[in-house]
Structure formats: structure tokens, C-alpha cells
């Protein structure tokens, strides 16, 4: 295998320590000049999320989307899929190194940062911004976490996905409470107001086995108390905003007692499934992905979305110029250097972002499109004021490189803590030795970026 250049081996540095391939996977692409792209005989990879929540109907869609696409193309659609932040950082680190593998990747907006510092994806020309519509064709918000700056940019923006709760209309009647707190420490005296374990109910659905939330509740925390996690090229989750967002965290479970016990090994899905059965009141850490499930389920009139609490716990306002009501969610796709089918690559993004396929994705998964016109066509829909007002209040992740690994550092010190978790209590001295490693790990990457 072609050595790639000495730039390229230091770019790497960021996700592993390894050499870059020059090895291409597939065959030559077809070019879209002057009209479509001829792929017969030809396949495209495309590498994306397993959907846990709706697998049949992702199932579904993969096969759906070949027929469409081979119809336009002649080419055949292969698609793989990750099941965790780890395994999304493992395919990206050693395709990279391999130098072959999937074409496409739909990565969540966290991980484009790492895909981009790699230098192994496509950073768009103008006229690779014509094959799929145009940058126009794009809500701009969406494009927010796409690149360094707006000139160079590799993530094309597929769905949008702002994060709120979900909250159970008849059980905050009962209890007497108007309206969703706006602070962390209002939510959990609401909480307190609508536990009852004999009952069955808790006022909390929360999901700390989930393989990809725990760490944007300790990233919201930790922003609303003024800590960005990551100044210039120094990592700050050894500061005291980390200590109390795990704690509060954490609490709701062992300290609080607002948490079904369960939720120890609870994914999200779970957590939804407990929330659509009316056992909880508050479903936090969500998106308008629940939708479908939501409208389907035993509390199908009973629900509505929120923002959830942008005041850090211990707080009455915020000490932060942002709400950070979410993170700047959802999923991008970027086309890998390595490709030799980067024009059937355009040509799938150019299909799956158009008006009527982002519609289509949204009501079979619930996401809010990227597609600026399709978005715009929701407006007015059901249950979608929270989120668009939670799109506008969402504050971007650090963009770097180190971020993924800095992210899976976050993640690590819950997943560390389950066996705590479960036994009922996370030691403040096992808690700031977790958080000290993970500092270490985030700082190394972050001096390996640099």
C-alpha cells in the first residue's frame, strides 16, 4: 500500500497513532457532468447509525432506499451499520488507516470534527455543493457543525435533531404543577412531586446504559455553569461544574429516588417504552425521533415536548451567554477520500436530502429534516414547537478533532459507574478519580490535535 503524505500521518495522530493507506475500496464511479451517474454494475457502502427504537422500519427504509437508488442509478446500495459511540469511532479509525471501506458516512454532528481532522473525507467544492441541490437546499442551522468555517466544510447535513423532554400532561395535572420547570433544580423538586414507587411511577425516565446520552446531560450541565469543557487547547473536565453535573446526574437515581431503579440498564429505548407506558413523567434526553412511538402508545393524547432546563443545577439563572438547551444534534454525512465512487456517493446524498425523501425519513423516524424547504413544511405540525425552539437555542460542540475522543471520556465515567449505580451510591472519591482519567485521556488528545 501508497504511504499517504507526512501532513495526512500527523492529521491521524488525532484518532490513532497509526500510519494513513492510500488503498481505495469498489470501482471507479461514473461522472455526473451533463447528466446522472451511470453506476450499473457498481456498489456504493454506506455506513450509518443502527436505530434501535425502529429497526423494522429501518430495515425497511435500507431496502426501500436501494430500489429508489438503483432505479436512478443502476447501481446497488450496500448499507452497514454501528451500534455505539466507540464502535462509530473504531469504523472511522480504521477505515482511515485501511484506506478502504464504506463511501459514505452518516456520523452524528459530534463526530465530524474527528472525520474532518483525519483529512481521509471530502472537503466540498462548489461543485460538489451542486450534486446534492446546493448548499440553499440546507436549513443553515444545520450547517452549523459541518467544518472549521463555512469554506470548508465536509459534513453535508442529513437530519437535524435538538434534543427536549417529553412530559406527561395527566400525571403534572394530578400533581398540580402548571408547566415544565426551566431549571434542573426546579425539574427535580417536580420530580420528587411525581414519584410514587407504590405506584409504579417515577418522575423521571432516564437511560444510563444508553450507549450514546449520558454525556450531553454533564456537556448541558456543565455549559449553563459557564464551563465549556474544552478552552482553546485545554480540556476543563477536571472542573468542579464536571464534579456537580455527574453528581446531579447520578443523584436522581441513588440520592433522589425520582428514577426507577431499573434505569441502571436501561438504553433509550427503554426508557421511551417505560415514559409511552405512562410510568414516568418526564422522558428527558429525547428528540421528535420518540414521535412515532409516542403517537402509538397508551398516553398517545397525553403527551407534549419541552425544552429541558437550561439553569445548571445549584443555580437560579444562568451563568452561561448560551441556554445550551441542546447540543447542535443530528446527523451528517461526509464522503470518504478513499472512494472511488465518490459521484454515486453525491448521488445518494443528492436523493436522500431532497424534499419528499426528508419528509418521508420524518415520519417513519420521527428526525426534523435538514432540508430547508421540507422543515419549513413542518412548522405548524404537532408537538414540534419545542424542538424547533430548541434547534434555535442548541449550541455547538467544540469543533476538534479530540472532541470524539473527549466525548467517549465523558461517556466512560457513567459507564465506569454503573455497578455503583446499581448498588446505590457513586463515592465522591471514585467519582473524581473517573473524572481525573478522563481529564488525562481528553488533554492527550487534545495535545495530540494540536
Known amino acids: 500500500m501508497r504511504i499517504r503524505s507526512t501532513a495526512k500521518v500527523a492529521s491521524l495522530a488525532v484518532v490513532a497513532s497509526l500510519a494513513l493507506a492510500a488503498c481505495g475500496s469498489g470501482s471507479g464511479g461514473g461522472s455526473s457532468s451533463g447528466g446522472a451517474v451511470n453506476g450499473a454494475g457498481k456498489t456504493l457502502d454506506v455506513l450509518v447509525n443502527v436505530n434501535t427504537n425502529y429497526p423494522e422500519q429501518q430495515k425497511q427504509w435500507f431496502a426501500d432506499t436501494a430500489k429508489k437508488f438503483k432505479d436512478q442509478t443502476g447501481a446497488d446500495l450496500k448499507f452497514e451499520t454501528f451500534t455505539s459511540a466507540n464502535d462509530e469511532l ?36 462548489d461543485d460538489d455543493w451542486k450534486k446534492v441541490g446546493g448548499k440553499d437546499r440546507f436549513n443553515p442551522a444545520a450547517l452549523g457543525i459541518s467544518g472549521p468555517d463555512k469554506d470548508h466544510l465536509a459534513g453535508i447535513p442529513f437530519v437535524s435533531r435538538p434534543f427536549v423532554m417529553a412530559y406527561n400532561k395527566d400525571l403534572l395535572k394530578a ?149 445550551a438547551a441542546s447540543i447542535l444534534s443530528g446527523d451528517n454525512l461526509v464522503v470518504a477520500d478513499y472512494s472511488k465512487n465518490k459521484d454515486l456517493a453525491f448521488a445518494y446524498v443528492n436523493l436522500v436530502t431532497s424534499k419528499d425523501e426528508q419528509l418521508n425519513y420524518q415520519k417513519t423516524f420521527g428526525d426534523l429534516p435538514a432540508n430547508a424547504d421540507a422543515l419549513a413544511s413542518l412548522a405548524s405540525a404537532p408537538h414540534m414547537a419545542a424542538s424547533t425552539e430548541s434547534a434555535k437555542e442548541s449550541k455547538a460542540t467544540p469543533f476538534t478533532g479530540a472532541w470524539g475522543d473527549i466525548q467517549l471520556a465523558l461517556l466512560n465515567v457513567t459507564v465506569q459507574s454503573l455497578p455503583d449505580l446499581a448498588s446505590g451510591n457513586v463515592s465522591d472519591a471514585a467519582l473524581s478519580q473517573r473524572i481525573k482519567d478522563a481529564q488525562t485521556k481528553s488533554q492527550q488528545s487534545l495535545d495530540r490535535a494540536k
Open 90 to 125: 473504531t469504523r472511522i479509525q480504521t477505515s482511515v488507516v485501511s484506506g478502504q471501506g464504506p463511501d459514505v458516512y452518516s456520523l452524528g454532528t459530534t463526530f465530524t470534527p474527528t472525520a474532518y481532522a483525519t483529512k481521509a473525507f471530502v472537503t466540498l467544492s
Open 175 to 323: 400533581a398540580g404543577i402548571d408547566k415544565p420547570a426551566t431549571t434542573w433544580d426546579g425539574l427535580l423538586d417536580q420530580a420528587k412531586k411525581l414519584t410514587d414507587p407504590s405506584k409504579g411511577q417515577y418522575g423521571m425516565g432516564v437511560a444510563y446504559k444508553d450507549n450514546f446520552d449520558p454525556w450531553k446531560y454533564i456537556w448541558a450541565m456543565s455549559v449553563q455553569a459557564g464551563n465549556p469543557l474544552v478552552d482553546g487547547k485545554t480540556a476543563k473536565l477536571d472542573d468542579p461544574a464536571v464534579q456537580k453535573a455527574y453528581q446531579t446526574y447520578f443523584g436522581w437515581l441513588t440520592k433522589d429516588k425520582v428514577v426507577n431503579p431499573a434505569a441502571v440498564g436501561w438504553s433509550n429505548s427503554q426508557a421511551l417504552a417505560d415514559f409511552a407506558s405512562g410510568k414516568s413523567a418526564y422522558f428527558l434526553m429525547t428528540t421528535t425521533t420518540s414521535l412515532p412511538t409516542l403517537q402509538k402508545s397508551a398516553i398517545k393524547d397525553k403527551f407534549e415536548y419541552s425544552l429541558m432546563p437550561t439553569v445548571a443545577p445549584g443555580e437560579t439563572s444562568s451563568k452561561s451567554d448560551q441556554p
